[in-house]
């Protein structure tokens, strides 16, 4: 069982920043890749980046590459996203997420059908 919570989300300014943090509740939590998504009115949720177990391996959606950065503190059960350069397109509702303990991967997870729990999302928007 995990339980996640978003926190930070709000209204910024084109070229501003903001960050995003996560905290889990349950096992393993430094056994569990974790990730960040995005859901804009009318499009799918997609993936914003991704870190493995120990937070030196991550990945990150084209778009946001060079803008964003994903880190964790096992200690604290806590995942972040920081944001920096904001843009219009940015805005969405941010959701972290988790996938099941131990998994093996060759690559981190990318998909939404990957990863088993979520937050309930945190809005951020970009004003331009």
């Known amino acids: 069982q995990v339980q996640l919570a978003e926190a930070g989300g709000g209204l910024v300014q084109a070229g501003g920043s903001l960050r995003l943090s996560c905290v889990a509740s349950g096992r393993a939590f430094n056994r569990r890749e974790l990730g960040w998504f995005r859901q804009a009115p009318g499009k799918e949720r997609e993936m914003v980046g991704a870190?493995?177990?120990?937070?030196?391996?991550?990945y990150y959606v084209d778009s946001v590459k060079g803008r964003f950065s994903v880190s964790r503190d096992n200690a604290k059960n806590t995942v972040t996203l920081q944001m920096n350069s904001l843009k219009a397109e940015d805005t969405a509702v941010y959701y972290c997420a988790a996938r099941k303990a131990d998994l093996v991967s060759r690559s981190l997870a990318t998909m939404t059908s990957e990863y088993d729990y979520w937050g309930q999302g945190t809005q951020v928007t970009v004003s331009s």
């Open positions: 870190i493995g177990w120990g937070g030196a391996r991550t």
